[in-house]
């Protein structure tokens, strides 16, 4: 079992929101707004799973601002499948809103200059969130 502390600790820029919660309602702007983020579910891109990982690394390895180095990109591929690991099932769904892998644009669910992450959702409710923010 991952450690939220652990990668808190070794992202050292920014904001990490990391967060689990049950919701049934099936209601994505539900869920978000539950996290903390806009409740705007038309802003997020469905991602494959090895997406999902892409983006996660890719958003544990470097700052969203300024690319600096938060962790080794080994450190960071380890969470990041960890993560994936401890909260995803064969059926799950990955969330983003844009693709940090690739740097493409964003839509923007917080108020914060950058803000990115996944969030999981399982066929049994369980949601999970792990959300960066950094500011320019």
Not at 24 to 46: H, R, Y
Request: aromatic fraction near 12%; include cysteine; hydrophobic fraction near 40%.
């Amino acid at each position: 079992m991952i450690d939220p502390l652990k990668i808190i600790q070794a992202r050292k820029y920014g904001e990490v929101r990391y967060a689990v919660i049950s919701d049934t309602s099936g209601k994505l702007n539900q869920v978000l707004k539950k996290f903390g983020l806009e409740p705007d579910a038309d802003s997020l891109i469905e991602h494959d799973r090895d997406s999902a990982s892409l983006i996660l690394r890719a958003l544990l390895w470097k700052d969203m601002a300024y690319d600096d180095e938060c962790m080794p990109v080994t450190q960071a591929e380890y969470f990041a499948e960890q993560v994936l690991l401890q909260f995803s099932e064969p059926a799950s769904r990955y969330f983003s809103n844009g693709n940090w892998a690739n740097k493409e644009s964003w839509n923007p669910l917080t108020e914060s200059t950058f803000d990115g992450g996944i969030i999981i959702s399982n066929p049994t409710g369980q949601y999970f969130c792990i959300w960066f923010q950094d500011e320019d």
